[in-house]
Each structure stands twice: as structure tokens, then as C-alpha cells.
């Protein structure tokens, strides 16, 4: 009995060895924060061993040696003040040689000086946003792996639930801060390899900052429950030769531009019911269908249906109102920025044609402008 | 309660009453307690800068010297929240400034919607710590914004850095989300807002 | 520790107790309402449990298989709040209600009447906020610790239920804790003082200290919960000049004491155990004490290390480390007087002690993965992730779970007057300590890999942990039905027991006869 005890827990030692193996330990990540985050994780885990060992070891020379079996009489000691005070001033000595790095890493993280990249990112359920805050470009990330791979219809890609449309890029070797903010509830923004994990708060806003050594795609995800799709939405960094960033960010810019430009082009043109079905379907299905459920009847209580209700059938105005505003204090988002034109009109025509809603209602691009600017 | 209770204690049950009663403060004590952490919280944010809180109260006039030596990077960020449809821009994405300077930047609002509104721009600004050195005179945040339907306002901030600043902050991020409160908003904004829009 | 000199009260005629369902609803006698605090925390936790198999099954391999994510967000909420307000705390109520007395030398509570209400309430929370689960829109889906605005603005409208039910487990809570202390201070038999009450005791009074100093708190914050969400309050909205993180604040300053109710008694428990089966007594007495009191009192500096991510003042963030790893003192005080005690003692191994010396060790773990939570830094990676799952999952299953399963072992030849089956005993134990590490030691390695904690589903470097994992927890959770065995087998029959079947065993409950008579101690015992 006693063997036993003692090998099924000395069997978990080797298990606890193989937490070096990369992939059941912590990152050491890509930064020098990263780093030595690893190094103090490793050091305190270290130091948890031999006090562990010690104490564990103790206790099993206990269970072997003075088993009522050996027929040992019981000692009847109950206290020794010297041994009492040894135990309570050795740990606290112990902690104050744990406290010391971790301080300075505390303190090396929180660094204040001049960053040459800002990010600002917002958390909403169930994406994140960023806005690079010396160019005009800023897009929503949004996770990209199929819904038919999370409903097992089809296999799972390499970076299940790890892929976005479209992942934040920074440059590499240049600090990079980030102000981490909420449109609703509380999101927490993490990526393990820059160590940098913060709560985006709704109406305030934190800081974060990371400088990256090597380029490459870095992966993490929201930490902070926000709801039903809060474990789908991931975080994807992609961190770029200052060179290659400078480039990439001056063709988004350009591509804003453009974006902008042809949008208004379209608004003189009017689509067909067809496409605009088409378009609305597909659209509806990436950015409505998570909650309002892809046969429009929502989650009763919780996200409501979008069939046969007196908006979607009656009220145009407030319909158009609800989508490109979206609706305080509700998981409805105001997509009037997240869509274009375009794409607004077909999901609204969609909505109001699909499932039986038949109203008959055409919505053109120009018409969702006309709102918008009213 | 049929049943007979034992009743050979040694203590008489006033003493027990006496030790309730007391308990029971306690208890009373600590409820309120939970509730008075509400404003203990805001005076400790005050005090401590803690969550990007910043004063958001009228400061007093700047009579403090002007520190050229260092320049501090102010940035603005504005947001509206969620379901509100108002343009909010400020006039310069940053200044930079020196502290103890006065500076006054312009905010941009835009009623989008057809109706007249109230808003409330809340503050907030990171690094935390940085919020208790920052003091503004004159602040469209002070009070709710009455904008009538499709109007435009132009609204001043002026703010001063204290030179106390620590030298380690070179960057400070002010950012104003702007609620709508037309819902909650008190009967003489609400009564403002009547006037025609210039 | 304690000898008694004094005649034993052997008539045991039952005062026309009344029979049949009014007995169980109008008693006012400890030991009834102990056993009924027992049989509910138990019934609690094969509820909470089931819920946790519908998440590990859920998490069984990655994809979306059996219940969609805002299903899973209540499962896991519920989870939580059935283990911790029903299982666990009930659990050690029902404990102190049936040893307390019988420690101290005390013929019952001191407010038996007090006593059944507290009981009888919890009934009625826990049918509340199960139903809320059947109302349209679903019961609570925001965790336990139930983060504003999402259980404010963002709820669904069971919210005011989940709010009324916590409240009643508040009143509850507090009902027992003014019982527990009233009882400590002035029932105490003649000779019984502070410095002599069994550990169990000492461990109680301040457990009951703490609820009454936080559950109020708690009441609070649910109630600011309840007018933010319906009566157009904004302690929490930031547009009405509130603030998300004040919730956080207020949650945690009752969160922190919170998780020492649910732990203080076990080292309780354990202190009672060990001496008994190494025959030799409790090395460090007053030490444990003080150390308990340590605790308690650091209990309410240290609440924002739950909140390290929050984005607090650097100087915030170092206090808050301090004073966490601080804890670590009088902990380990506690560990190492255990250790000393089997020293050099005469050791068996009984179900009960067995018990007790998995909890030393696992909980011991739980405490070291608490201490690397503790640095903040590297609380920035584990923070949210499965490391903090495993982390309070030792401490509390295999921690606060393994003392009251040890508890229970010990004393329930008292409470039946038979001897439980020890060979289904301790292949209960067996059980139960394999499967509790299969279940949740991988958890640490799936948390430092980088695994947030309440989702639904995950990415594919974690598949295999929680295959594992999962089955660790099917394990787990059957291996309770064998307890569950074992007591019913205990209370139907098996070998008579002694007024003191534990050879090493010291305390008044000892010296009255097995099962105890209904009343005990009407005569208080001379304690020297």
C-alpha cells in the first residue's frame, strides 16, 4: 500500500521534468521582457522543487520509518520554539530572494520611455479592433477559421481558432505601445510569446508596450471571459522588417484611400435583388449569424430573432439604424464602420427578405449613405 | 417546534443575545462598508492615478513655472460608444508640451442623428500615474454636451501639465468615449438644447 | 489534550422526537441539522459535478460536439458557484454543526432555532439558481465571479435571479457563522479554553469571523449588480461615471477571505487527523493558531492579485505581490507542524489518514503553483489560463474535497455508530487520488502552453492534454459514487464501533458513546 503511494507520486516527478519540453511550458517568446519572464517562471518553479523535495521527502522518511508496523513507540514531543523560529524565518528569507527579480522584471516591464509605433486596440465581442494612431489605417481582426471546422463538418487547419482575417502587423527592433480599450464588456488582450497581457476595460483605457526582435506570426488569444464567443477570438501579430512595415502601412493607406474612393463610385450604382441576396447571405453569415443564429431566430433571451419581427418588417429607418449604430448595452454592434456601404445594404435587404420575411424591400448602398450622413 | 430544547447550558441566553447583537453590527457594519468602498475607491483612484482615472474636475488656474527643459508627448484619442452616432474628433492627434505650459485643444462634435442629444465625454488616460499631473482649467468634459439634431460644436479643452511630472513619462494618451446620455440628462441641458444650433 | 472527568449522559430515550419529514423540517437538534448539511452538500456536489462532466465532455476533443458555448458559459458558471456555496461551505457547516458542540463539551448550537432556518434556506437558493437554467435566455453565463458589465448590461434576464439566490446563500452563511461564534464563546464546558479547543475549532471561529466579515460584502456587490442592471444605477458603467474594475475590486475583497473560509477549516480537520493516526500529538499548537490568525488577517490585503492585469499602479502591483507571497509563511508553518507530527510517530493508515496525507501533499502543490501566481510578472502569462484552473482545483478538490472525505472517514463511526468498510474506503482513496491528478495536473502544463481558461473550444496543441484531462475527470466523478457506497453501507449496518474506535484519537467528541446519543454533554464535562 505504502509502495504504491509513494511510486504513483514519485511517478509524477518525470512528468513535472518534461514541463521542459516546449510545449507543455511556458513560452520564452520573442522579447527580452519575454524572456526573462521565462527565466523567473523557471527560477521560482526551481526553487518550489527543492523546497518541495525537501518537505515531500521528509514526510514519506515519516511514512516509511515510523510506521506502527516497525513497532516504533510514538516520541511525544509537541513543540521546539529554536525549530518553529527556524521554519518561519527561513521561507521569508526564501521569498525575499524570490522578490528581488521579480521586482526588477516588474519594474524593466514597465518602462515608459518614448514608443515609435501607437496601436490602438479595441476589444468587442467578439473581435478585436486596431487603429495605428499615425496613419490613417485601422481594420477589425476577425477569426478566420470556418465555422464548418468548429462544427466538425469539416478538419481542423493547422491554426484552428489561432487565424484571423486580418492580423495586426508591427514592425520588429522598434518599441511598439499599445492602448488597449473595450467597446462593451471586459476583453483581456494576450499574446504568450511578447508577454504582454492586458484587460481592455470598457470607457478607459491601459497600456502595454513590446519590442520585437524577430519577425514572425504570433498567435494568442482574448483571456478575459466576454461572452458566448469568447473563445473565438484570437489574436494574430505579424512583426515585420521596419522595411517591409513601412511598406505594408503605406499601401494600406493607400488602399483606405481607394476603398473610399470606389465606394463612393458604387454609390451611384444600384444592384440587383439577386446580389444583393447573394452578397447579404454571405455577409449575414460572417458577422450576424453567431448570434442572430444563421435561420434568423437568435437565442431566445439572449440574442434576439430577426423573423417576423416589426422592425425587420415595418421600420426601415430603425432597422438601418440598429445595424449601422448598433444598440447600447446590448451585444449589437454598430457595424456602420466595420461594413461597407455596400455590404450594409445587401445583409439589410437579406435580412428582410430571408425566412419568410418577404417585404419586398430593395436597399441600395446610396440609401445607407443617405442615413448615414443625414 | 414541538420539541423540547436542551437547555442546561451554562450561559444565559441574554449573554448569548448580547454576543448577536454584537455579530450582527458587524455584519450591518459590513454591508455598508461594501457600499462605502464606492467612493473610497474614487478617492484612492484620485490619490493614486489608478485605472487611467484623471481628475475630472476643474483645476486651478496654472501659476506654476514653465519647465523647458523636457517636452512631454500629449496624445488624444476620441471614441464614441457603442450605438451613438456623433462625429468626435479632436483638432490634433498630439501635442507636444511643456510642463507647466498652458495649451488648449479643439474637440469636434457632430450630431449625426435627427434628434437632439446629450453626451458626456468620460476621460481617461494611460499611463495611470500620468492622470495626476494632468490638469485641465476649461473642459467640455466637465459637463453634458447638448447638441441639437445634424449640429457641429467646437469644444476647447485647456490643460496644463503639473511639473511635477516624473521625468520617466514622455508619453501621456488622454482619451475621451463619449456616452450618450439624452436618457439621463439633467432638465437644463435638456432645456438648452432647445435653442437653434449656430 | 483534553481528559474528561464526568458521568456520560447514556439515556437516550429520543424526546418523542416527531417522525417521518416534520422531524427533519422542524428540528432544532445539531446533529439532525449537521446530517442534513451534509447529505445537501453532497447532493450539491454530484450536481456541481455533473456539470463538470458536461464540460469536460464538451472539451473532450476540440470542435463543438455536445453543447453550444453560451450552454458551456453557464455550465461553467454554475459549476463554480454550486461548488463553492453548496458543496464546500455547506459541507464545513454541516461539519462545525456536528462537532462543534461535541468538542466543546455544549449540548447543542447556541440558536438551534437560528440553525434550522440557516439550513432550510439553502434549499430554496440553490432551486433558484437551478432554475434559472430552464428560463429562456439561460441561467448566469458569466462565471462565478459574475465580471460587470457582463453580468450587468450584458446579462440575460435570469440575472435577478442568480442575484436573490446569492443573496439567500449570503443570509445563510451568515446565519451559521453567528451560530458557529456564539456557540465558541459561551457554550464552551467548564476548563475549556481558548488555548485547549480542539484545532477544528480554533479554525472555525475564525472561518466564521471571515464569513461574517465578507459575505455582507458580497451581498453588496450583488446588489449593485441588481440596480446597474435594472434600476439605472452606474457603480460599473463608465458613461454614468462608474468603473468596471471598482466590481473587480469589491468582488476580490470578498473573493480573497473567501477562498481561506473554504480552506481554514480543512487545516482543521487535518490537525485532528494526523496526531490521531501517528499517535503522537499536534506538534506546534499555539503556532497553528497564530498561523490561522496570520492568514486570516492577510487574507484581506492581498485581494488584487486577482486583478494584476487590470492595469494598477506599478507600486500597487509590488504591494500586492508582497503581501501574496507573504501568505506563504504561516502556510507553510502549517505543513511543516504536520510534517513534525508524523515524526518520529507510530503512523497507520486508515482511510481518514490517508486522506489527510493527500491533501498535506497536494495541497502543498496547490500552494506552490499559488506562490508562482503570486509573482506578478509571470502572473501576466498564467494569468486566465488553465495554470490558475489547476491551480485553485488542487487546492480546493484535492485540498478543501480530500479534508472534508477525510473528515467524514473519521467521524462517521461517530455519527453511525458503525465502521465504514475499510476496504471500499480506501479503494475510494485510491481512486480518487489517481484520477484527482490526472484530472488536474495536466491542467498546469495546458495553462503554461498558453490555454485561456473558460472556453469552449481550443486550438490543436492542446487536444491531447485535455483527452487526458477529461478522462481524468469521468474517473473522478464515478469514483465519488463509491463513497457515496461506503456511506450508505455505514449507516445501514457493518461493525459496531467503540466510543473511540481511532487508537490515537484525542477530544471530548471521543468520550460519548458511538453513534452519539441524540443529546450530548446535557451536563457540560469537567475539562482540566
Known amino acids: 500500500m505504502r509502495t504504491r503511494l509513494i511510486t504513483s507520486l514519485l511517478a509524477s516527478i518525470p512528468f513535472a521534468a518534461s514541463a521542459q519540453s516546449s510545449q507543455l511550458n511556458l513560452t520564452q517568446g520573442v522579447t527580452e521582457i519575454s524572456n526573462r519572464v521565462y527565466d523567473l517562471h523557471m527560477t521560482i518553479f526551481y526553487i518550489c522543487c527543492v523546497i518541495g523535495l525537501l518537505v515531500f521527502g521528509a514526510m514519506f522518511w515519516s511514512m516509511i520509518a515510523h510506521r506502527k508496523k516497525q513497532g516504533v513507540k510514538p516520541a511525544t514531543f509537541h513543540e521546539n520554539v529554536k525549530v518553529e523560529i527556524a521554519w518561519t524565518v527561513i521561507p521569508f528569507l526564501i521569498l525575499i530572494g524570490m522578490a528581488i527579480p521579480a521586482t526588477s522584471t516588474l519594474i524593466a516591464m514597465e518602462d515608459t520611455s518614448e514608443s515609435d509605433v501607437t496601436v490602438l486596440v479595441t476589444g468587442s465581442q467578439w473581435k478585436w479592433h486596431y487603429k495605428y494612431f499615425d496613419h490613417d489605417v485601422e481594420f477589425f481582426s476577425l477569426l478566420a477559421t470556418q465555422q464548418e471546422q468548429i462544427n466538425n463538418r469539416l478538419d481542423k487547419g493547422e491554426n484552428y481558432l489561432l487565424e484571423v482575417d486580418r ?19 471586459i476583453h483581456s488582450w494576450w499574446v504568450p510569446d511578447f508577454a504582454v497581457k492586458k484587460d481592455a476595460n470598457p470607457g478607459f483605457i491601459n497600456e502595454a ?3 520585437v526582435d524577430e519577425p514572425g506570426i504570433y498567435r494568442g488569444q482574448c483571456a478575459e471571459l466576454c461572452g458566448k464567443d469568447h473563445g473565438f477570438m484570437p489574436v494574430v501579430v505579424i512583426a515585420k522588417e521596419p522595411a517591409e512595415y513601412d511598406a505594408w502601412i503605406t499601401e494600406q493607406e ?3 484611400k481607394q476603398a473610399k474612393a470606389e465606394e463612393q463610385r458604387l454609390l451611384a450604382m444600384s444592384m440587383t435583388e439577386a446580389e444583393l441576396m447573394q452578397l447579404g447571405e454571405s455577409v449575414y453569415l460572417g458577422n450576424c449569424a453567431a448570434c442572430h443564429q444563421p435561420n434568423g431566430q437568435g437565442i431566445p433571451g439572449v440574442f434576439p430573432s430577426l423573423v417576423g419581427t416589426d422592425m425587420v418588417l415595418n421600420d426601415l429607418p430603425a432597422h438601418i439604424d440598429i445595424v449601422v449604430n448598433g444598440k447600447n448595452g446590448t451585444a449589437m454592434q454598430a457595424f456602420g464602420n466595420q461594413l461597407s456601404l455596400r455590404e450594409l445594404a445587401a445583409v439589410i435587404t437579406y435580412e428582410r427578405n430571408a425566412w419568410g420575411n418577404s417585404t419586398g424591400d430593395l436597399v441600395q448602398a446610396a440609401d445607407v449613405n443617405e442615413y448615414k450622413n443625414n | 417546534m414541538q420539541k423540547p430544547e436542551p437547555t442546561v447550558t451554562k450561559v444565559p441566553r441574554a449573554d448569548n443575545a448580547r454576543v448577536v447583537r454584537k455579530l450582527l453590527f458587524i455584519v450591518v457594519g459590513m454591508f455598508g462598508f461594501g457600499f462605502a468602498l464606492v467612493p473610497l475607491y474614487d478617492v484612492f483612484c484620485d490619490i493614486t492615478g489608478f485605472n487611467g482615472r484623471t481628475k475630472n474636475e476643474q483645476a486651478m488656474a496654472n501659476t506654476r513655472s514653465v519647465d523647458t527643459s523636457r517636452t512631454v508627448n500629449v496624445q488624444f484619442l476620441t471614441r464614441v460608444n457603442k450605438g451613438m452616432p456623433w462625429g468626435f474628433e479632436a483638432e490634433v492627434k498630439s501635442v507636444r508640451v511643456h510642463p507647466g505650459e498652458t495649451k488648449v485643444v479643439n474637440f469636434l462634435a457632430h450630431n449625426l442623428t435627427g434628434n437632439n442629444m446629450v453626451a458626456q465625454a468620460i476621460p481617461s488616460v494611460a499611463p495611470g500615474e500620468a ?3 494632468l490638469n485641465k482649467t476649461e473642459c467640455f468634459c466637465f459637463n453634458q454636451q447638448p447638441l441639437a439634431a445634424g449640429a457641429e460644436t467646437v469644444m476647447p479643452m485647456q490643460f496644463y501639465l503639473d511639473p511635477d511630472i516624473p521625468d520617466h513619462i ?12 439624452t436618457a439621463h440628462a439633467t432638465p437644463d441641458v435638456l432645456a438648452s438644447i432647445e435653442q437653434p444650433a449656430d | 489534550m483534553s481528559t474528561v472527568v464526568g458521568e456520560m449522559d447514556h439515556q437516550d430515550h429520543h424526546h418523542h422526537a416527531p417522525s417521518g419529514i416534520t422531524r427533519w423540517l422542524f428540528t432544532t437538534n445539531h446533529k439532525d441539522i449537521g446530517s442534513m448539511y451534509l447529505w445537501f452538500s453532497f447532493i450539491m456536489f454530484l450536481v456541481g459535478g455533473s456539470m463538470a462532466m458536461v464540460i469536460r465532455a464538451e472539451l473532450f476533443q476540440p470542435g463543438l460536439q455536445l453543447v453550444d458555448p453560451h450552454f458551456f458559459n453557464q455550465m461553467t458558471t454554475v459549476h463554480g458557484l454550486t461548488m463553492v456555496f453548496g458543496a464546500v461551505m455547506p459541507a464545513f457547516t454541516g461539519l462545525a454543526n456536528w462537532m462543534i458542540p461535541m468538542m466543546i463539551g455544549a449540548p447543542d448550537m447556541a440558536l438551534p432555532r437560528m440553525n434550522n432556518w440557516s439550513f432550510w434556506i439553502l434549499p430554496f437558493a440553490f432551486a433558484i439558481l437551478l432554475a434559472s437554467l430552464f428560463m429562456e435566455g439561460g441561467g448566469p453565463a458569466f462565471g462565478w465571479t459574475f465580471y460587470a458589465p457582463l453580468s450587468t448590461t450584458y446579462s440575460s434576464d435570469s440575472t435577478a435571479l442568480f442575484v436573490f439566490s446569492v443573496h439567500i446563500m449570503g443570509i445563510s452563511s451568515i446565519m451559521g457563522a453567528i451560530n458557529v461564534i456564539v456557540t465558541i464563546m459561551n457554550m464552551r464546558a467548564p476548563g475549556m479554553n481558548y488555548m485547549k479547543m480542539p484545532l477544528f475549532v480554533w479554525t472555525w471561529l475564525i472561518t466564521a469571523f471571515l464569513l461574517i466579515a465578507v459575505m455582507p460584502v458580497l451581498a453588496g456587490a450583488v446588489t449593485m449588480v441588481l440596480t446597474d442592471k435594472y434600476f439605472g444605477t452606474s457603480f460599473f458603467d463608465a458613461a454614468g461615471g462608474g468603473d468596471p474594475v471598482m466590481f473587480q475590486h469589491i468582488f476580490w475583497f470578498f473573493g480573497h477571505p473567501e477562498v481561506y473560509i473554504m480552506i481554514l477549516p480543512s487545516f482543521g480537520i487535518i490537525s485532528a487527523i494526523i496526531p490521531a493516526f501517528s499517535r503522537k500529538p499536534l506538534f506546534g499548537y499555539s503556532s497553528m493558531v497564530y498561523a490561522t490568525g496570520a492568514i486570516a488577517i492577510l487574507s484581506f490585503l492581498v485581494w488584487a492579485h ?21 501568505i506563504s509563511v504561516p502556510t507553510g508553518v502549517k505543513v511543516f507542524n504536520w510534517v513534525a507530527t508524523m515524526w518520529r510517530g507510530s503512523i497507520t493508515f486508515e482511510t481518514p489518514m490517508l486522506f489527510a496525507l493527500a491533501f498535506v501533499i497536494l495541497f502543498t502543490i496547490g500552494g506552490f503553483s499559488g506562490l508562482m501566481l503570486a509573482i506578478t510578472p509571470v502572473d501576466f502569462q498564467y494569468h486566465d489560463t488553465y495554470f490558475v484552473v489547476a491551480h485553485f482545483h488542487y487546492v480546493l478538490v484535492s485540498g478543501a474535497i480530500f479534508s472534508i472525505m477525510a473528515a467524514a472517514y473519521y467521524w462517521l463511526p461517530k455519527w453511525t455508530g458503525h465502521m465504514y468498510d475499510e476496504k471500499l474506503g480506501r479503494l475510494h482513496f485510491w481512486c480518487s487520488l489517481i484520477s484527482v491528478n490526472v484530472l488536474f495536473f495536466p491542467m ?29 475527470g469521468f474517473a473522478f466523478g464515478l469514483s465519488q459514487l463509491i463513497f457515496l457506497w461506503v456511506v450508505i453501507k455505514c449507516v445501514k449496518g457493518g461493525e459496531k464501533a467503540p466510543a473511540k474506535p481511532w487508537e490515537g484519537a484525542e477530544g471530548l467528541e471521543w468520550t460519548v458513546p458511538s453513534p452519539a446519543p441524540y443529546h450530548t454533554f446535557e451536563t457540560p464535562p469537567e475539562v482540566k
Open chain 1, 167 to 185: 492580423p495586426l502587423v508591427i514592425p520588429t527592433g522598434k518599441k511598439v505601445r499599445f492602448l488597449i480599450t473595450s467597446d462593451d464588456v
Open chain 3, 444 to 472: 498546469h502544463f495546458a495553462g503554461l502552453a498558453g490555454m485561456p481558461r473558460r472556453i469552449p473550444d481550443y486550438s490543436l496543441q492542446f487536444a491531447d492534454i485535455n483527452q487526458i484531462v477529461s478522462i481524468g
Open chain 1, 209 to 211: 508596450w513590446t519590442k
Open chain 2, 170 to 181: 514622455h508619453t501621456l494618451t488622454l482619451s475621451y468615449t463619449m456616452y450618450d446620455m
Open chain 3, 306 to 326: 486577482h486583478m494584476f492585469t487590470t492595469g494598477m499602479p506599478v507600486a500597487a502591483e509590488m504591494f500586492f505581490m508582497y503581501a501574496t507571497m507573504l
Open chain 2, 131 to 133: 492622470g495626476l499631473y
Open chain 1, 254 to 256: 493607400q488602399i483606405a
